[in-house]
T-cell receptor
Framework: QQQVKQSPQSLIVQKGGISIINCAYE??????FPWYQQFPGKGPALLIA?????SEKKEGRFTISFNKSAKQFSLHIMDSQPGDSATYFC???????????FGPGTRLSVLP | ETGVTQTPRHLVMGMTNKKSLKCEQH?????MYWYKQSAKKPLELMFV???????ENNSVPSRFSPECPNSSHLFLHLHTLQPEDSALYLC????????????????FGQGTRLTVV
């Protein structure tokens, strides 16, 4: 129940295309869902996050869509750029938690 | 300095050595974490120091020993490691609000790339 599933494992997108990464969870106590971006040789950095009281959050080219009933959330990267090539992790935590549960990651490659 | 700083950035050690990884956070957070990141594996939580409590992943071998002298500093002491312990070790911090208040997002350091030979 503590798992967060993430797909696909890897993704190749043409420049200007839309990148979509999906995550699913089981624990209904989760109430905070951040996405992290990690470049090679760097630590993960927070990209965008959502709480389940909203179904969508947008920041620039990055959008999180959240489906509470399905216990799924996804990251959409619009107008993908080669600089977006990185590994993306979804994560979840709950209101009495002291740590995050991370998905296994998606390696995104955006071709020029 | 800002954020979460880890030293060293790279470490090569023999299986009989003893070394320590250091992490310092300048964010005023009250929780610090050690994660292990291996190739093609999820981020593995090793240890949490939060609200003056220590929580550990029971699957972490005893050759890894954490120390948290205060809320800003975190160490990972290493001894008699195995080659399979080679990985990127990430430190993170966050603010835990307690009493079902949840926590802020985690801020990560750059990591220490550890190679055991």
């Amino acid at each position: 129940q503590q798992q967060v599933k993430q797909s696909p494992q890897s993704l190749i997108v043409q420049k200007g295309g839309i990148s979509i990464i999906n995550c699913a969870y089981e624990n209904t106590a989760f109430d905070y869902f951040p996405w992290y971006q990690q470049f090679p040789g760097k630590g993960p950095a927070l990209l965008i996050a959502i709480r389940p009281d909203v179904s969508e959050k947008k920041e620039g080219r990055f959008t999180i869509s959240f489906n509470k009933s399905a216990k799924q959330f996804s990251l959409h990267i619009m107008d993908s750029q080669p600089g977006d090539s990185a590994t993306y992790f979804c994560a979840a935590s709950h209101n009495y938690g002291q740590n995050f549960v991370f998905g296994p990651g998606t390696r995104l490659s955006v071709l020029p | 300095e800002t954020g979460v700083t880890q030293t060293p950035r790279h470490l090569v050690m023999g299986m009989t050595n003893k070394k320590s990884l250091k992490c310092e956070q300048h964010l005023g957070h009250n929780a610090m974490y050690w994660y292990k990141q291996s190739a093609k594996k999820p981020l593995e939580l090793m240890f949490v120091y939060s609200l003056e409590e220590r929580v550990e992943n029971n699957s972490v071998p005893s050759r890894f020993s954490p120390e948290c002298p205060n809320s800003s500093h975190l160490f990972l002491h290493l001894h008699t490691l195995q080659p399979e312990d080679s990985a990127l070790y990430l430190c993170a911090s966050s603010q835990v609000f307690g009493e079902r208040g949840g926590m802020s997002e985690a801020f990560f350091g750059q990591g220490t790339r550890l190679t055991v030979v």
